[in-house]
């Protein structure tokens, strides 16, 4: 059965008094002289032009945008045939009281017949001529006669380009000529077989035609698209769009309407058009096919603006028919040239849709619905208006199937867009509510419509899908990656609109070019190794997810004014705007719920956190294990049940006066653990040059304004570098990116670490490899102008930096049981060891054992057991703690290799105690 709403959606029109009302053929968006109505067996449709164009015309145009098996009338039955379909729309009542637009309309309708039966007659007489039979062959098969390219009035030709299908079969060629004195020609030439002989004609393909890509189309199937007029364009944009399928129409700017769009449906496709009248048109006929066939997100260059710069940055008066072939000739470099084109690229905003059914009636001017008043004779109908427009445009839910809604779109009356999901279960709440939450975004509800309103969008269908995230980064959509922003999604589903819920307060966004952030905040921190190990901590959070790693960060902690905020403004751009709020940099000081959304709406991208020195020594050992884990608290809801945790997967560039560990202790009744300190790496802000974060002065020799021109430039250009790299993932594919992050990784650990190091050393190490891995594909992308190896250096010095200021490379209980016991008997060496030399000496209060001189003039103190347990190893393991001691000379075992000794104290001749020796105080927090 053939569907009014979605004839509605493949026209570009909508439903109105039973019949779609359509742009015609060549017509612009706005236009409405086409109506299609559908037959009464709902097998057929029956279409009219009030413009006067052609029936035959606009009926194929119809059927070739939905879908629909082209008309192909007999020499018997057409006359009557049409003739019935004319009565059956003359029979069709108006509804009650029509306006008076819509009588005139319904009363042209009804002279249908006489546009549609001389044209029905003239087809079937053009169809029983006797003309020789001649018919296109596609694809061109193996045999076929070799195609002369040399035209017979035009001679040889300057540029010939291959059609192909999907699979690569080719279909025929167009060819470029350019006579002397003359404009230049371009002539199709494909094959037909006439009167069973092969020959190559100068002549075009039957509509609709091929585009010419279409291999490339089918090999990319995840890939995004570029539009552009001509094939020599096509073929230029396919060095600047290495990434992308460059496709386009054969007939230059007149051929967009000719040719078969539908490979493109689902599609996100950039449309780059010539910098001219004719660009302009075929740029319009182009969005008004795509929007027609479905396809995905449109987008337009614009294309005067993009003309006005030169190669040299300069501006320029704008140059008639500039197209991307013209930009390399001009010396544009392709990366350069691709980075400006997406400056000025702007997304089209298709014509409404608009979806009526039985008694409601939706249009420009809002929904309306037709209530039956009275019985029999006396039986009317009356009218009300329940709201102001909008559209429907999916089904919402999220990747689990749960929390149906209804997508709602409209405009406010200062013109701004809105998107709000109404969910299903708000259609069974009060109606009053619902027209609430509508009317403070802006969307008119009258107040006796409100239950009207509920009944229509309980009721309305409608076959788009979208899917809502609630957080950022990367999410499985339609079995395909996606990496979700505020106001992009990279890897856009062909057929299913992904839509970030409470993306508002996310701190993303964006200003001038990837182009301009690497000629300031980019080149600025080459050289300096700090500055390129935050902004590769940065870069670093899209590749968490896709190599399996957890999360984590770096702490960059010292001194105030030696230029940590100046890093972390430096690695904010990256995502957004550098700087605090406004901006893309966040406090640590923050209740827990509020750090877990701020986690989950900056998801597999970067944290950055200023000054740790603000927080609760409490509420920062939470959250950095909180952060790292990427599981928020868990929580009832209303009925008891368990909700859903909040996640998130995240990467922290945190920065504060002092180290991590020394805030957590802080507060009396915690410590620091191995775990805290391996998610979250301490290291020192100065990278020991004399200028703080800085290795050199900079060009003017002054450490502070090269940080106010670092900061200046974080202000002025950002949000493009961390989307440009995760487009640059897409193009590389993920698999790919994947094994070579890994590799990188494993080739970092293995370089700056023994083999025998740590666990807890190496996830560190992990974690600065997968950050040097993001700098260096970074590098290799284009996205940042460093020299090869800069970032993996910085990420080595971190490590060796990191390493030092924990001690050494023993797993940190270690160094910790060290420090605890060494400390006890800094503190208590003396007054709580009773002197067994000195035999006047009083007895010591809450004695923990006895200290005697040695042979060698050493000494050494014995504890007893229970002191050992209760005073000198709270909170570790006594015998674990004793044996490392031991391994190390600082605890003396007996004969047997035991821990504790029989030695003679003054109370007993022979008792168990723990020897310590004088070592406990020699060498650094490992005893070595």
């Known amino acids: 059965m053939i569907n009014l709403y979605s004839l509605a959606r493949a026209l570009g029109g909508e439903v109105r008094n039973g019949q779609v009302l359509a742009p015609g053929p060549g017509h612009s968006a706005a236009d409405r002289s086409l109506s299609v109505r559908i037959s009464e067996d709902g097998q057929d449709i029956v279409v009219h032009s009030f413009a006067g164009d052609d029936w035959i015309s606009c009926r194929d145009y119809v059927s070739e945008r939905a879908g629909l098996p082209r008309w192909k009338p007999s020499s018997r039955g057409s006359t009557a045939l049409n003739t019935r379909r004319a009565s059956r729309v003359r029979r069709r009542s108006p509804r009650p009281d029509p306006s008076p637009k819509e009588a005139t309309e319904m009363e042209r309708a009804a002279r249908i017949d006489s546009a549609i039966l001389p044209h029905a007659l003239d087809l079937d007489t053009n169809t029983t001529t006797g003309d020789p039979v001649s018919e296109i062959v596609m694809p061109v098969p193996d045999g076929a006669p070799v195609p002369n390219f040399l035209h017979p009035s035009y001679g040889p030709s300057s540029g010939n380009w291959a059609y192909r299908d999907a699979e690569g079969r080719l279909l025929g060629y167009v060819l470029r000529f350019d006579p002397p004195g003359q404009r230049k020609q371009f002539f199709p030439l494909t094959l037909w077989r006439e009167n069973t002989a092969l020959r190559w004609r100068w002549k075009s393909w039957p509509k609709p035609r091929p585009l010419y890509g279409l291999d490339l189309l089918a090999a990319k199937p995840n890939s995004s698209v570029v539009a552009v007029e001509g094939e020599k364009a096509a073929d230029a944009a396919r060095m600047v769009f290495e990434h992308s399928v460059v496709i386009t129409s054969s007939g230059g700017a007149m051929g967009a309407r000719a040719a078969d769009w539908r ?245 993303y966004s964006s200003r001038g070019t990837l182009d301009d952030w690497r000629q300031g905040v980019g080149r600025l921190s080459a050289g300096h190794v700090r500055l390129v190990l935050a902004i590769s901590t940065a870069l670093a959070g899209p590749l968490v997810h896709l190599v399996g790693s957890e999360g984590g960060g770096v702490n960059l902690y010292g001194q105030s004014s030696k230029g940590k905020t100046t890093a972390l403004r430096a690695a904010a751009s990256v995502w957004g705007r550098g700087s605090a709020d406004p901006g893309f940099i966040r406090s640590w000081r923050a209740t827990a719920n509020a750090q877990e959304s701020t986690a989950a709406i900056v998801t597999d991208t970067c944290l950055c956190l200023d000054e740790i020195g603000v927080a609760e020594g409490r509420d920062a050992a939470a959250a950095v294990y909180q952060l790292a884990s990427g599981v928020g608290k868990g929580r009832s809801a209303r009925d008891g049940s368990i909700r859903s945790p909040m996640t998130w997967r995240v990467l922290t560039l945190s920065t504060g006066e002092i180290p ?246 003054p109370y007993k001749a022979s008792q168990r105690v723990y020897v310590i020796t004088a070592d406990m105080f020699e060498g650094g927090d490992d005893g070595r």
């Not at 009053?432 to 969307?443: N, P, Q």
């Not at 100065?686 to 200046?712: M, N």
């Open 263 to 507: 490979p493109l449906a689902g599609r996100s496709v950039l449309i780059w058009p010539d910098c001219d009248e004719p660009g302009d048109r075929y740029a319009s006929e182009v969005m008004a096919e795509l929007d027609a066939i479905g396809a995905g997100t449109i987008t337009l260059v614009g294309a005067r603006a993009l003309a006005t710069r030169d190669p040299a940055g300069g501006t320029r008066e704008i140059p008639e028919g500039w197209d991307a072939a013209d930009g390399l000739d001009e010396g544009w470099e392709p990366q350069r040239l691709r980075e400006a084109v997406l400056s000025y690229v702007g997304q089209v905003e298709p014509p409404p849709a608009y979806i009526s059914f039985d008694n409601f009636h939706m249009n420009s001017d809002g929904l309306t619905v037709e209530i039956p008043k009275g019985r029999g004779e006396n039986r009317t109908t009356e009218e009300i208006w329940c709201s102001g427009p909008f559209e429907v445009i999916g089904r919402a839910r999220d990747p689990q199937g749960h929390g149906w809604a209804r997508w709602l779109r409209w405009r406010d009356p200062d013109g701004r867009c809105h998107e709000y999901a109404v969910s299903d279960a708000a259609l069974h709440a009060e109606p009053g509510a619902l027209a609430a939450e509508l009317a403070i975004r802006g969307l008119t509800v009258a107040r006796n419509g409100r239950q009207h309103l509920a009944d229509y969008l309980n009721r309305v269908t409608v076959d788009a899908r979208v899917t809502t995230v609630s957080c950022t980064g990367w999410h499985t959509v339609a079995d395909q990656n996606v990496f979700v922003l505020p106001e992009q999604v990279i890897g856009q589903p062909a057929r299913e609109t992904v839509v970030l819920v409470g993306g508002a307060a996310a701190p």
């Open 660 to 905: 991590m560990a020394a805030k957590i202790s802080e507060d009396r009744q915690r410590r620091a653990y191995a775990g805290q300190a391996v998610r979250l790496l301490d290291i020192p802000a100065d990278a020991g040059q004399g200028f703080g974060v800085f290795d050199h002065a900079g060009e003017e020799g002054d450490p502070a304004r090269l940080a106010d021109t670092i900061k200046e430039a974080a202000l002025r250009a950002y949000g493009t570098a961390g989307p440009a790299f995760v487009r640059a993932l897409f193009g590389e594919g993920h698999e790919k990116i994947a094994r070579a992050v890994r590799g990188v990784v494993d080739q970092f650990v293995a370089d700056q670490l023994p083999p025998d190091a740590d666990g807890q050393v190496r996830r560190g190490a992990s974690r600065l490899g997968l950050i040097a891995a993001a700098g260096e594909l970074a590098s290799m992308f284009g996205i940042v102008p460093w020299e090869k190896g800069e970032a993996a250096a910085a990420a080595a010095k971190a490590l060796a930096d990191w390493i030092a200021t924990r001690g050494g490379s023993e797993p940190a209980e270690v160094r910790e049981a060290i420090a605890q016991v060494r400390r006890f008997f800094e503190a208590h060496g003396e007054s709580r060891f009773e002197p067994m030399d000195d035999k006047e000496a009083k007895p010591v209060p809450n004695r923990a054992g006895w200290r005697r001189e040695t042979s060698d003039g050493k000494r050494v103190w014995l504890v007893l057991p229970e002191a050992w347990k209760a005073d000198v190893c709270a909170g570790l393991d006594p015998v674990a703690t004793a044996r490392l001691l031991a391994d190390r000379g600082m605890l003396k075992r007996d004969p047997q290799g035991k821990l504790q000794r029989s030695e003679r104290t």
